[in-house]
């Protein structure tokens, strides 16, 4: 018998997802997104690029702008209607001070009670190697909940102070604690993940619906196991 997770916290009103590119919240996480806008809570989301780096076959001139299109009609999906992108460059995030202080600044202007962000540990299940963009951001998005607090760190970032935030939930974590089920929403993360069209022709030659939906399907069923048998997206979730 899978070790049982927990349910998610439920007593919270704001939350903030920082990610790192158009499509890393849709890959699982819109689904639990969707669940928490039906109940009325407010989700906005945070993306450092533009995902600019992130279509081979489409310059970066043009791909970034079509890529924040498809991320504003793919957050609509599940409720969202909170989009803000930051302009450091895809592919080539750096860890440190600045990420620490863009991030902490958008903490303090959204106010969130929990902050979600994306895997950032090495590697996906141990084989798959996590890319730098991915690992520079989740873990400065945690390095920034604290820093926001704190009135005497990135000063000059403005914004009152907000020591508000109770939990960070890493999604796609290997070693998940907490999950949602998404019996009722799995759907909607379907149609949020196919906004991204474009990208998803450009990586797979599988029918785009096929491919979401398989994907998504495929890891929710996944955990359902250690969920008792509901559907799930999982997080792994630090208390603050």
């Known amino acids: 018998m899978a ?11 704001r939350a ?32 450092v690029t533009r995902g600019e780096a992130g279509i081979d076959t489409l310059e970066p ?21 909170e989009v803000e992108f930051l302009d450091h460059a895809d592919g080539v995030i750096e860890y440190g001070t600045a990420l620490r202080r863009d991030l902490a600044a958008a903490i303090r202007r959204h106010r969130p ?22 690992r520079a951001v989740g873990r400065a998005a945690v390095d920034a909940a604290g820093d926001a607090g704190n009135r005497w760190i990135f000063p000059e970032a403005g914004g009152e102070p907000w020591d508000g935030v109770r939990w960070v939930a890493v999604a796609g974590d290997q070693h998940p604690t907490h999950a949602v089920d998404v019996t009722d929403t799995l759907e909607d993360g379907v ?22 939906r398989n994907f998504l399907e495929t890891i929710a069923q996944g955990s359902a196991e250690s969920f008792g048998g509901r559907p799930a997206v999982t997080f792994r979730l630090y208390p603050r």
């Not at 070790?3 to 009103?13: F, I, K, N, S, V």
């Not at 919240?25 to 407010?42: D, F, H, K, M, N």
């Not at 791909?63 to 991320?71: D, I």
């Not at 504003?72 to 969202?80: D, E, W």
Request: charged share 25%; hydrophobic share 40%; net charge negative.
């Open 113 to 134: 009670e929990l902050l979600i962000t994306l895997n950032f540990a090495d590697t996906w299940g141990g084989v798959h190697w996590n890319t730098p963009d991915h």
């Open 191 to 212: 149609r949020s993940l196919l906004e991204h069209r474009s990208y998803i022709e450009a990586l797979t030659d599988e029918d785009p619906e096929t491919y979401c």
């Open 61 to 81: 001139a043009k791909a970034g702008p079509l890529r924040e299109q498809e991320q504003r009609a793919s957050a609509s999906v599940v409720g969202v209607s």
């Open 3 to 13: 070790e049982q997770l927990e349910p998610m916290p439920t007593d919270w009103r």
């Open 16 to 47: 903030l997802a920082i990610v790192a590119h158009p499509d890393d919240l849709e890959y699982g996480c819109a689904s639990a997104v969707a669940r928490w806008t039906a109940e009325g809570r407010e989700v906005a989301y945070l993306i």
